[in-house]
Structure formats: structure tokens, C-alpha cells
């Protein structure tokens, strides 16, 4: 390989999604439309005090950690033959996921106070029998001791269902070159600006926190694709979700659509109720994304959410390494055809919307906008949690173009 292809490497690994603390977060701005009334609102209802469980519901399909070696706490930076599932406790400094929490988060607009999130323990639940990734190759030693927990997660998600306002699945899929905690993190911050109403999921898949763990991820990325797959379809098969929306982030979006891709081609008519599925600062190829659309996947999803950008430094380097576009670059977009722009146009399941305009968009290396910029995190709330289009969030596009933009 050449030194350019290294460098290329480094730097998006020193840019990728992870941060400087692996297992910690600071909690993101508040969101654009998250107001007093709001607040007060979710503090008053307190969906989570109601809850069966206090924290945030996790599947992994990383093996279990050995000790705190390597400062892996709870499941290893490496691919496991199981898919564990669990409840992580999440906690802001003394503030523990729930109603108080959401009482002390600022309004849009007002200064957050530093709130580094942490993940304080675990309590694994055991194997989902119905997903497993590997069937009869599955590692009996794994398995050694373990309870299966099929029945237990489902009675915890339809429990937490009941109580709820929202009667919807979300699933957070991570980036790449991070730990366990991470995704935990980033997915409780999104639901304590949604109130913990609904059920939130973190979807922790064997990504690996290496600074050339980039081409490790991506071929970890299609197994764990269809572990999601597996897994979208036992929530549906088991859970009284009235929809199961998908959030993925960079390499997770080839988790995301590796997943999507599949059910479009096994489910002969069976409706996953998959609802809103956003892709954001997508790694992933759009020839790939071409064919997929070919193959159905849109007859899968009630909407498909790409989140694009003119200037997102990691996937200008990932456009390096592979010499092809990347679904998350707007400006990829400019070649296609006078037929297939008019066809991506007008789907009505399809929406493009370029958050260049957005305010903070291009904080930081401008990959992680959907948490540095109050008005992309306030849109993918809205659109996740309303199931409205972009204009009716206020987006607005321009004559003759696909995406939608922030207006000014």
C-alpha cells in the first residue's frame, strides 16, 4: 500500500466518530426545537420513572470483557459468536438517566453545562436464541452458562411500550473506532431530548477504537449487517413496537444498509413495520446504494433519511482511499443523469436533505453534525419522533434540486 493510502488512514482514523475519551461523552447542544414547555412537559410525565428498567437497553454483538484489561470494562473491541443483550446505566456526573435529568437539561438556546456522560455498569440480560449470528457454528462456550433472553427483552420492551407516549422502537447504530460505551452514550443523549419516552436501543457492534481499524470495521460492518438484520426482525416478530425507526451514523449506515438489503430480498411481502430509517455522514457506497434501491429496499421502510454535507473531512479521506464518492457528500451527487436526478427527486420515500446551511454543521471535522448542530439534532428528533417530511420540519429545496436544505 502506498504512503498516501497510510496517511489517508491515519487521519481519518484520528477523525473518525469516536472521541478523545473513548468510554466517556460530553452530553451534545441542546437541540433547535427543544423548548421550556417541552422540558417541562417530559419532566412532568417522567417516562422513565414508569419504566421496568433505568437506563439504556443495549444488544452487542462484541465478546465479553475478561477483567478491565485494556480499559475494556464490560465487552471487548472484538467480534463475539453471541448477541447479548442488556441494560447499560448511564449517568451525567451525579445525575442518573431519568426525569431529574431531563429537568436540569438546558433549553435551546441556553448555555449546557459540562455533563460528561458515563456508563456505570451493566446488567446483561443474556443471548437473544433467535438472533444468532452464526447458527449451529455458534461458540458453545459462549453460550456456557447464559440464559437465553428472548422472552426477558421483549417483556422489558413492551412494558416500557405501555407507558410510554410513543409507541416506537428507535435503534442507534454507531460509527466506527469506537468502544461499548460510546454508543450507550450517544443514544441516551438523543433520548433525553425525546424525554426517554418510546424505547431507545443501542446497537454496540465490534467496531475497534485502532488507528488503522478503519478496513477491520468495514468488513466487521457487513456480519454485524446482518445481525441487525436478525435483530430488526425479532423486534418485530416479538414486541408490540408500532415501528422500528433506525439512526445510523458513518460506517454504521453500511450496518444500517446491509441490514435493510437483506430484508428487502427475504421478506417476500412481510411487513418489518420499519418506519423512519435516517443515514447520516454516510460511509458507504453509492453505486451500492443504487443497487440496493434496485433491489427494494425502499418497500421496507415507510421513509429513507440521507444526511449530507459539502464538507465532511473524514469522508473527503474515506473518497481517498476508495477513489469512489461516498453517499454522505453532497457534491457526489452532482453527475447523475437528467433521469435518475428526477427519480431521486421525486420518490416519495426518499429524501436527501444537505445540512451545509445548518448552524455548526462543520464543527469540529464536520462528521458528527448531527450532534455538534442544534438544528440537524433537532431535525432527526423530529423527524424520528413526528414521522414528518422536510418541509413540514421547515426544511426547504430549491427549484429543480434533490436535497433539502437548512434555510438560512
Known amino acids: 500500500m502506498s504512503r498516501i ?11 473518525s466518530c469516536a472521541f478523545k475519551k473513548f468510554d466517556r461523552l460530553g452530553m451534545m447542544p441542546t437541540p433547535a426545537h427543544f423548548g421550556e414547555a417541552m422540558r417541562d ?30 480499559g475494556q470494562r464490560f465487552y471487548q473491541n472484538a467480534r463475539g459468536s453471541l448477541m447479548r443483550a442488556g441494560i447499560g446505566e448511564v449517568a451525567y456526573a451525579e445525575h442518573k438517566l431519568g426525569g431529574n435529568l431531563v429537568r436540569l437539561l438546558p433549553i435551546a438556546g441556553e448555555k449546557l453545562k459540562p455533563f460528561p456522560g458515563e456508563v456505570t455498569g451493566i446488567n446483561e440480560l443474556g443471548y437473544l436464541s433467535k438472533v444468532m449470528p452464526y447458527g449451529d457454528l455458534t461458540s458453545t462456550e459462549e453460550k456456557q452458562n ?7 427483552f421483549a ?26 460505551e460510546n454508543p450507550l452514550l450517544a443514544s441516551a443523549e438523543l433520548w433525553n431530548f425525546m424525554g426517554n419516552d418510546g424505547v431507545m436501543i443501542s446497537y454496540a457492534w465490534p467496531a475497534t477504537p485502532k488507528i488503522f481499524a478503519y478496513l477491520h470495521d468495514i468488513e466487521t460492518a457487513q456480519i454485524s449487517g446482518r445481525n441487525l438484520r436478525k435483530l430488526v426482525a425479532y423486534l418485530s416478530e416479538n414486541t408490540n413496537a408500532r415501528k422500528i425507526h433506525i439512526i445510523a451514523h458513518s460506517a454504521g449506515t453500511r450496518v444500517a444498509m446491509t441490514a435493510l438489503n437483506e430484508l428487502s430480498l427475504s421478506s417476500r411481502g412481510k411487513n418489518y413495520r420499519v418506519g423512519q430509517v435516517a443515514l447520516i455522514a454516510s460511509d458507504y457506497d453509492p453505486q451500492q446504494f443504487a443497487s440496493a434501491l434496485g433491489d427494494g429496499v425502499l418497500n421496507v421502510v415507510d421513509d429513507l433519511n440521507l444526511y449530507l ?4 473531512f473524514a469522508l ?3 473518497r481517498r482511499v476508495f477513489s469512489l464518492g461516498r453517499l454522505g457528500q453532497i457534491n457526489d451527487m452532482a453527475g447523475t443523469s437528467a433521469g ?6 421525486n420518490h416519495p420515500k426518499l429524501h436527501f436533505i444537505d445540512v451545509s446551511n445548518a448552524q455548526d454543521a462543520f464543527s469540529g471535522n464536520g462528521h458528527s453534525y448531527h450532534r455538534h448542530s442544534p438544528e440537524v439534532s433537532s431535525d432527526i428528533l423530529r423527524m424520528m419522533t413526528e414521522q414528518v417530511g422536510p418541509q413540514k420540519r421547515g426544511l426547504v429545496r430549491p427549484d429543480g434540486q434533490i436535497a433539502w436544505e437548512f434555510p438560512e
Open 316 to 318: 473527503g479521506l474515506s
Open 155 to 180: 417483556k422489558l420492551i413492551n412494558q416500557k411500550l405501555a407507558t410510554s407516549g410513543q409507541k416506537d422502537v428507535f435503534l442507534f447504530v454507531h460509527g466506527f473506532r469506537v468502544v461499548f
Open 41 to 70: 412537559d417530559f419532566a412532568k410525565k417522567a417516562y422513565l420513572k414508569k419504566s421496568p428498567y433505568q437506563g439504556m437497553l443495549y444488544v452487542t454483538d462484541r465478546k465479553p470483557a475478561a477483567g478491565k484489561s485494556g
Open 5 to 15: 493510502f497510510f496517511s489517508a488512514l491515519i487521519l481519518l482514523g484520528a477523525s
Open 340 to 345: 435518475t436526478h428526477q427519480w431521486l427527486r
Open 146 to 152: 447464559l440464559k437465553k433472553a428472548d422472552h426477558a
Open 309 to 312: 454535507s459539502r464538507d465532511d
